[in-house]
């Protein structure tokens, strides 16, 4: 079964410092793996995808997320982090291998950048 | 390029009733996948279509059912309203079932009594 889980339910940043939102997954076959940004009564937006290649891929908005294949982790990232990156933060995943499979999302990590 | 719409925006049903839920896709998109997205937490997947066809199904009850038209537009409908079923539902749009990236229209949130 496919599973995500975030472990921290908030992260506190000061405005300028580098950010780091965590990500594990389980998944059988090859995951497909996403990070989305949700603001107060909004739908989602999409922020990243890794589907395949290098391990670092770049986003939206100045962020970033590192697939480790051997931790089963994909940590979202942000060099310098803004009051405006405050909001709720979801990682998801699917098997790649297995099609109609759905998106299976984490429970969502808080941000707060304080400044 | 138009994004992902849902109406209404708001709903308020009495338990027992039956609801009907609208999302419009994105332009060139085939895939529509509905969420519903309970008070602090993720995302819950409810089931998908890709074109007009069912093409997964979450852990949710046959209440809960819907369609795609040949605009690739989607409804769901949900009979016999529960309490539980108070949610943010949430209809996303991809160009496709493989890899591609959903993309989210606002919600509809739903209210029973």
């Known amino acids: ?115 | 390029e138009t994004g992902v719409t849902q109406s209404p925006t708001h709903l308020i049903k009495t338990r027992g009733q039956q609801v009907t839920l609208r999302c419009s896709s994105q332009s060139g998109h085939n895939t529509v996948s509905w969420y519903q997205q309970a008070l602090g937490q993720g995302p819950q997947f409810i089931f998908q279509y890709y074109r007009e066809e069912e093409n997964g199904r979450g852990n949710f009850p046959p209440r809960f059912s819907g369609l795609q038209f040949p605009n690739y537009s989607s409804e769901l409908n949900v009979n016999a309203l529960e309490l539980d079923d108070s949610a943010l539902y949430l209809c996303a749009s991809s160009l496709g079932v493989g890899g591609y990236e959903q993309y989210f229209g606002p919600g509809t949130r739903l209210t029973v009594t």
């Open chain 1, 1 to 115: 079964a496919q599973s995500v889980a975030q472990p921290e339910d908030q992260v506190n940043v000061a405005e300028g410092n580098p950010l780091t939102v965590k990500c594990t997954y389980s998944v059988s076959g090859n995951p497909y793996l996403f990070w989305y940004v949700q603001y107060p009564n909004r739908g989602l937006q999409f922020l990243l995808k890794y589907i395949t290649g290098d391990n670092l891929v770049k986003g939206s908005y100045g962020f970033e997320a590192e697939f480790n294949k051997s931790q089963t982790s994909f940590h979202l990232k942000k060099p310098s982090a803004l009051v405006s990156d405050s909001a709720l933060y979801f990682c998801a995943v699917r098997d790649g291998g297995q099609a109609g499979t759905a998106l299976i999302f984490g429970k969502g990590t808080t941000l707060s950048v304080s400044s």
